[in-house]
């Protein structure tokens, strides 16, 4: 055999340019597809991106669109069930403060009416008696007495509660009165509200959590309400709401006490009457000494408030 | 031929273009071509008996290499690294082909330098290697017609040493028999 590689005919210069240039344009071309591929894989990142972006935003809208639809059509007022007659007589309560706002919002005014404290609920039902423990049902579903076993924050305004004096039936709301809030129309919407946490939406947040009886969270919903917005008309009905989840279903009526005196401060009409009936039923609760003073003060202001004959007996001897 | 490990004096060396070349330069990949084609060409003509396999196997060849640039460790051994590729491809396209009628054309593929008893020769071995399968075919070429040790065709061709050996010692002894001799070493 041959010492040495055999020898081959070389390429020639013209055929070696060409292969250079075959090589080259392969290789451009591999860049090139990488390149393509990097642009093809940005733009399906893009495009995930703005699609989830979108779905956010389109999720946000919605919910916010059935929130605000939810509220005026699935939450009936209490003046929806009132007649016609009391609701022209419903008007705005004497107030000593006059610094807020006159008169109680309906549903015609604000979507948040619904958050009436006079509107009835079970807690309303199962208000304590003699300031303690659990009361009746409301009176208007058996046609009884409406102001006996009725919580303060039941009472409707001074028209709502001359009328109550007449007779129970008109003013006990009786066609809602009697259900629990799961089994009321809306309550369903209301236990799938989502829990907002932003504070113009803490008061719907609160009642949400209210009707599926998630009381402490309701009570956290309304104290960041009214601390957020303590000059807001609905202010006084969230220390309300706060002071009767306190008394009601927290069993603390110290702190409960604290926010009826500020439902008394900042609410006017027929909410600060409930608040300051709520006042007097908790101070004879703690057996404090402004009992009889707070006693003596309601029965000079609402004489015929619906409250009136419980207020008496609240701290533990007539007046 | 003798190998262009470097491109003379003044030239840059190998590793100096590889450098260049896996930094992006087109020209130091262009120069590492023109210098090392050739050396590559003829070794693919000699594995395979033809000059357009050859060529396309060389093609193929620079492409890898250029591609992987980055993963030779050793820019020194770009040449020999380039003549594993190129022994690899050109295996690759033998176990493509479709068994066929494979009549060297001494004339088209050997140099004016060939002399008529080592074009005989040449014609002799391809044409018995033709009926030897790959990779053995390929092993013995490299062992009797590059004359590379038995460790670098392992190295090339992707097989074990003792493999290598075994081919080889298997191989000789055919060719004896039928009269055409050996490796030298």
Redesign the interface.
């Known amino acids: ?11 020639s210069q013209r ?2 340019d060409a ?2 240039s ?3 344009g ?2 451009e071309e ?1 860049r090139a597809g990488a390149w393509h591929w990097a642009w093809v894989a940005a733009a399906i990142a893009l495009f995930v991106a703005v699609s989830a972006g979108a779905t956010v935003l389109v999720r946000e809208y919605r919910e916010r669109v059935r929130r605000e639809r939810r509220a005026p059509i699935e939450q009936p007022t209490p003046r929806d069930v009132i007649p016609e007659q009391q609701q022209g007589a419903v008007g705005p309560a004497p107030s000593g403060t006059g610094s807020l706002s006159p008169v109680v919002p309906t549903a015609d005014e604000s979507g948040r009416a619904d958050h009436d404290p006079r509107r009835p609920r079970d807690d309303d039902a199962r208000a304590p008696k003699n300031g303690k423990g659990k009361g009746g049902r409301a009176a208007g579903v058996a046609g009884g007495p409406a102001t006996s076993n009725r919580t303060a924050g039941a009472s409707g305004g001074p028209a709502a509660s001359s009328a109550a004096a007449e007779g129970s039936e008109s003013r006990g709301y009786s066609p809602l009165a009697g259900m629990s809030p799961k089994s009321q129309p809306g309550a369903a919407a209301e236990r799938q509200a989502p829990d907002a946490t932003a504070d113009g939406d803490a008061f719907a947040a609160g009642s949400a959590a209210r009707a599926r009886g998630d009381f402490k969270a309701a009570l956290s919903h309304y104290e960041r309400f009214v601390a957020k917005h303590p000059h807001d008309e609905h202010a006084g009905i969230a220390a309300m709401e706060a002071a009767r989840i306190l008394a009601d279903h927290l069993e603390q009526p110290a702190k409960a006490l604290r926010w009826a005196e500020k439902a008394a401060e900042l609410a006017d009409g027929s909410v600060r009457e409930d608040a300051r009936a709520r006042v007097v039923q908790l101070l004879g609760t703690l057996k404090r000494t402004g009992c009889a003073s707070a006693q003596r003060d309601f029965l000079r202001d609402y004489p015929n408030s619906v409250h009136t004959p419980r207020v008496k007996r609240d701290c533990g001897e007539a007046p | ?1 003798t190998p262009p490990g470097n491109g003379g004096e003044g030239a840059p060396s190998d590793a100096a273009l590889v450098s260049a070349a896996v930094s992006g330069h ?1 020209w130091a ?2 120069a590492l ?2 210098r090392h ?2 050396h590559v ?3 693919a ?2 594995l395979l008996g033809e000059r357009d396999p050859a ?1 396309d196997a ?2 193929n060849g ?2 890898t290499a ?2 992987k640039l980055g993963k030779l460790r050793d820019p020194n051994a770009f040449p020999s690294w380039l003549r594993s590729i190129v022994v690899r491809e050109t295996l690759s396209l033998r176990r493509r082909e479709r068994p066929r009628d494979r009549s060297v054309d001494i004339e ?7 002399t008529a ?2 074009r005989a ?2 014609i002799r ?1 391809q044409r018995w290697l033709d009926g030897v399968r790959e990779p053995d075919r390929t092993i013995y070429l490299l062992k ?4 590379e040790t038995n460790e670098a065709i392992a190295e090339l061709t992707d097989v074990s040493l003792a493999t290598v050996k075994r081919k080889v010692a298997r191989v000789e002894e055919h060719l004896k028999k039928l009269g ?5 070493d």
Do not use: C, H
């Open positions: 055999m041959t010492s040495r590689p055999f020898p081959i005919a070389p390429v055929d070696v292969g250079w075959s090589i080259k392969a290789l591999k | 031929m087109t990949q262009e071509y023109r084609v050739q060409f003829a070794l003509v000699r060529w060389v093609q620079f492409i250029f591609r088209a593929i050997a140099s004016e330098e060939a008893e080592e020769a040449f071995l009797v017609v590059e004359s055409m001799g050996g490796a030298d």
